[in-house]
């Protein structure tokens, strides 16, 4: 994730040669899509809507340039009439015309408040359009991840989705809002300012044309070297902030180790690297503006000489001269930006691909049309014959068969890695099975919606899963709408009230960011809180208390069973201890039930279960 930011930071930061991206970073041939064509197509399909207001936005944009173009030029005449009003004077033989210069220039006062005018209204459709088509982007990909199956995410990282949400829709967006019409208004102004500059002057606009390559070469040149040092710097900026957040986020586990002498090495040289590559980045990104305005100003000192000539000659006038002047100073920028619009329209197929990509990525089998929903759900839960892999091929469940009786309170032991927790997750349905069925009061899970059927859960993990809010309204996302009290009889139950009562805030007290603000064990009371205010008719207990201490993990434990009664329970538990009492016992291993039954008829079989259960009442042997 770091690394990201440090892109959009670096694109950011451009502007070098005018446009919004530029600078040689953007110059860069680093994204590309896949298949441009198709996925250029594709957002100029999703630009359809606004047919009408493009069309607007091109009259107004090639209006407003064209604008802009002939300002020069009658500024030109102003300045001739001035000269030869002048020149008149001195002579004796008349005067300045100044209503005829004054008309001029009022006229072209209101062709560039017009032009202005157009831009303004230009940026105002292309905002909204922007602004639009962001907004749709965002709220289709978080449709999207509420679609998506869960196996999705085993295979991406949550930043490269959140990545596309930010940072791809905001590439979009600033093309659209700035890009397109920079295009356009660049296209017109080249084409513009070369027909004026060549009626007015056809060997000046020669002698500019031959400057223009000129620098261009000499800028080609500057971006290749510089981006070699761009490049590396870029990269060593993602080392040096992927190290300092492994740093930070690792900071006990780096000072237990005594490792803050290697680290700081690490540091200093990465960020030697990085001095070294930077300035010289800068310093030849920073040559190229000066370099270029010498290149150009030779230009004009010849161009100036020229038309000098020329206006002596009377071939020009003087106010051609000012006016060629400016055309070539209007001229070079736009050139840079259709230069760099190459590369905006590659990052922004790259960008775009990658939010299409994500659209189109295959969603969870819908629900069932006329789904059934279970207002009181008994709690029967039947596993029958069913295999499970979490990739094609590798099967984790195999032909695993159970049945609870409503009310009764199932364990499930065995291993790390027997696959007790993805028995859960395919109970709560997210994933689908390879085959088999399971049954919930004798209805396939497939038969009910995912929401209708997720309702009858309540799910506590072993990770506890809470959000930046305060500890009531954490406990209070159980059920929403649940009052101060509900929630805390649900603490009380959970025998999390004592510990709530000695924080400093008591229920109002705010957990940070990363909820490292209470103990493991009091986020895992405070989430069978949740649980227990949720009053799901089927209970799962996934390694819930595995960070509480046992006094409590049994007081915990009798609270539930109290709560318990007559609805089903699934708990998991590595302290075998506390599942003694469980109506069944399943004992996995490698993704098979190895074992069946109750606490003691497992003990006397003496098979796995038993030597799970004596291992941990001799630490020595279960180390191995
Ligand atoms: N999202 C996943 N993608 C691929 N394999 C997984 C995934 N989750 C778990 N597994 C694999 O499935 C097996 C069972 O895992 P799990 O059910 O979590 O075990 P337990 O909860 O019993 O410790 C393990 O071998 C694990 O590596
Ligand atoms: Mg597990």
Redesign the pocket.
């Known amino acids: 994730m770091m690394g990201m930011n440090v892109n959009r930071a670096t694109q950011r930061r451009g502007g070098m040669m005018g446009g919004h991206r530029g600078g040689p970073q953007s110059m860069m041939k680093g994204e590309k899509a896949k298949d441009f064509k198709n996925t250029i197509k594709r957002l100029l399909s999703n630009l359809k809507r606004y047919k009408l207001k493009l069309f607007v936005v091109l009259i107004l944009a090639v209006s407003s340039t064209a604008f802009t173009i002939i300002g020069p030029k009658l500024l030109g005449k102003a300045t001739t009439k001035l000269f030869e009003g002048l020149m008149a004077k001195f002579s004796g033989r008349g005067d300045v015309d100044f209503k005829y210069i004054g008309n001029i220039i009022l006229f072209v006062l209101t062709v560039y408040l017009v032009a202005s005018l157009f831009n303004l209204i230009m940026g105002l459709i292309m905002t909204r359009i922007s602004t639009d088509i962001t907004y749709v982007f965002r709220k289709d990909i978080s449709n999207k991840i509420s679609r998506i199956p869960i196996k999705y995410f085993?295979k991406i990282t949550h930043g490269e989705v959140l990545s596309r949400i930010t940072n791809d829709v905001d590439t979009i967006s600033q093309t659209l809002s700035q890009s397109l019409t920079q295009i356009i208004t660049s296209l017109v102004s080249v084409i513009g300012v070369l027909i004026m500059m060549f009626s007015i002057s056809w060997q000046m606009t020669l002698v500019a044309l031959l400057i223009l390559p000129l620098s261009m070469v000499f800028v080609a040149f500057i971006v290749k070297k510089s981006q070699v040092h761009f490049k590396k710097q870029q990269k060593i900026l993602g080392n040096i902030n992927g190290h300092v957040e492994e740093m930070f986020s690792g900071h006990f586990v780096m000072r237990a180790y005594n490792n803050e002498e290697k680290s700081i090495n690490k540091f200093n040289k990465s960020n030697d690297e990085l001095y070294n590559s930077a300035w010289k980045a800068q310093f030849l990104s920073g040559l190229m503006m000066p370099m270029m305005r010498f290149i150009s100003n030779v230009g004009y000192v010849g161009i100036s000489i020229l038309g000098g000539w020329l206006a002596v000659k009377r071939i020009i006038t003087i106010g051609d001269i000012q006016a060629f002047t400016q055309y070539i100073n209007n001229f070079t920028r736009p050139i840079m930006q259709i230069s760099n619009m190459s590369n905006i329209l590659q990052q922004t197929a790259a960008a775009a691909e990658r939010v299409y990509e994500f659209l189109d990525e295959e969603e969870e089998t819908p629900d069932i049309e006329n789904f059934i929903t279970l207002d009181s759900v008994k709690g029967h839960v039947e596993f029958r014959n069913i295999n499970f892999g979490?990739?094609p091929g590798k099967t984790?469940i195999n032909n695993f068969s159970a049945v609870a009786e409503p009310g009764q309170k199932i364990a499930i032991v065995?291993p790390?890695?027997?696959?007790?927790?993805?028995?859960v997750k395919l109970l709560m349905r997210f994933y689908d099975l390879n085959s088999g069925d399971i049954f919930v009061d004798g209805e396939s899970i497939k038969k009910f919606s995912r929401n209708s059927l997720r309702k009858n859960f309540g799910m506590v993990l072993q990770d506890a899963w809470l959000n930046n809010d305060t500890i009531m309204e954490n406990i209070r996302f159980g059920r929403e709408g649940a009052t101060d009290q509900e929630v805390k009889d649900a603490a009380k139950s959970a025998h999390a009230n004592h510990f709530i009562h000695t924080l400093p805030d008591g229920y109002n007290m705010l957990l940070n960011e990363e909820t490292s603000n209470i103990s493991q064990g009091q986020k895992q009371l405070l989430t069978i809180a949740r649980a227990i205010l949720a009053d799901p008719k089927i209970l799962i207990l996934?390694e819930a208390t595995s960070s509480i201490d046992t006094r409590t993990e049994l007081l915990i434990q009798s609270a539930m069973d109290n709560l318990m009664k007559n609805r089903t329970s699934f708990v998991?538990a590595h302290r075998l201890s506390t599942i003694k009492n469980a109506d069944l016992i399943l004992v996995?291993n490698n993704?098979d039930i190895v074992e069946t039954g109750k606490h003691n008829e497992l003990l006397e079989k003496g098979g796995f279960y038993a030597d799970l259960y004596y291992s941990q009442f001799e630490p020595e042997e279960s180390l191995c």
């Not at 790390?416 to 028995?423: E, R, V």
């Open positions: 085993d979490y990739e984790i065995g790390t890695g027997a696959g007790k927790t993805t028995i996934d998991i996995m993704g």
